[in-house]
């Protein structure tokens, strides 16, 4: 396993998931290589990032009213190719929780074989003052339980 800056024990990190969605690699996510493109992973990541936060009532409609998120940053490592047709698990953690940010993580599974890990940051923003908000002792614990 190659060193990636944000896991520092692999079979401890990739233990601590649960939650995920399956997803199906479309013709239009590969390239002329075959394989697919490493723009793709990132729309997985959403799709997967969106569906974690519903489950956790993060983009409800009433935290929707006042509150927002906003991604920081996004970083993806490429540990094996995928192709057109491969059946895939997308995996969301919680890492850590900051003041008004928080970390989360994910692993991309084939069968049992680890294709992908990343990271990003997520932001806790007031809608109105559009500036980071700081996340209640109550919202952190939902993260770190989930
Ligand atoms: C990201 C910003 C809101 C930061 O604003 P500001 O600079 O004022 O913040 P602070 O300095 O006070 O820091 C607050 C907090 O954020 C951390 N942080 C700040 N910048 C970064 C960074 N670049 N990378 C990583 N982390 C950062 C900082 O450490 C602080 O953490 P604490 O926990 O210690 O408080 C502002 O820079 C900004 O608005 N940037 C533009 C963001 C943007 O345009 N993103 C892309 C569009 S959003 C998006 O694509 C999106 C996709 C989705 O899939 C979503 C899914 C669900 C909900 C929302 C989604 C979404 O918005």
């Known amino acids: 396993m190659p060193r990636i800056p944000y896991?520092?024990?692999?079979?401890?990190?990739?233990?601590?998931?649960?939650?995920?969605?399956?997803?199906?690699?479309?013709?239009?996510?590969?390239?002329?290589y075959g394989h697919v493109n490493n723009v793709s992973p990132f729309i997985y990541f959403e799709e997967a990032r969106i569906a974690y936060l519903n489950s956790i009532g993060f983009l409800s409609k009433d935290m929707r009213q006042k509150d927002g998120i906003i991604v920081a940053d996004l970083q993806c490592n490429y540990l094996k190719e995928l192709y057109f047709g491969d059946d895939i698990r997308v995996y969301v953690k919680t890492a850590s929780v900051?003041?008004?940010?928080?970390?989360?993580?994910?692993?991309?599974?084939?069968?049992?074989?680890?294709?992908?890990?990343?990271?990003?940051?997520?932001?806790?923003?007031?809608?109105?003052?559009?500036?980071?908000?700081?996340?209640?002792d109550a919202l952190k614990q939902k993260l770190l339980e989930t």
């Open 98 to 136: 900051g003041n008004t940010s928080f970390d989360i993580h994910y692993k991309v599974m084939r069968e049992e074989e680890a294709i992908l890990t990343a990271r990003g940051r997520l932001v806790y923003i007031d809608t109105e003052k559009k500036a980071p908000k700081k996340l209640s």
């Open 7 to 32: 896991i520092e024990d692999f079979s401890a990190w990739e233990k601590d998931f649960s939650f995920y969605i399956p997803i199906s690699v479309r013709f239009s996510e590969t390239d002329m």
